[in-house]
Nanobody
Framework: QVQLVESGGGLVQPGGFLRLSCAAS????????SKWYRQGPGKQRELVAT??????TYGDSVRGRFTISRDYENDVVYLEMNNLKPEDTAVYYC???????????WGKGTLVTVSS
């Protein structure tokens, strides 16, 4: 079992910056797939970014503004969000897929509000 805890959400003005963290209860494996999703008010859950051992991918709406990274030493996945827009307002969820046990793990989410 892996527990994921997100932090770093809050209220920020348009054009601002936030860094979200997702702390895992155990060590990452090299073949783990980590993702950030978000769900805005009245919207479906949307995949924001993915990181594997060798690559990163981003949703069209955040590419060029958001960066996902993974710290193996501290077992944390980050999402750096630049040039935030009101439409980025959402609850952001951390997800881990562990190939070794075929399990999907989720955090409880952290709220990001972009507003002036």
């Amino acid at each position: 079992q892996v527990q994921l805890v997100e932090s770093g959400g809050g209220l920020v003005q348009p054009g601002g910056f936030l860094r979200l963290s997702c702390a895992a209860s155990g060590s990452f494996f090299s073949n783990d797939v980590s993702k950030w999703y978000r769900q805005g008010p009245g919207k479906q859950r949307e995949l924001v970014a993915t990181i594997t051992d060798g690559s990163t991918t981003y949703g069209d709406s955040v590419r060029g503004r958001f960066t996902i990274s993974r710290d193996y030493e501290n077992d944390v996945v980050y999402l750096e969000m630049n040039n935030l827009k009101p439409e980025d307002t959402a609850v952001y969820y951390c997800n881990l897929y562990r190939e070794d046990d075929g399990m999907d793990y989720w955090g409880k989410g952290t709220l990001v509000t972009v507003s002036s």
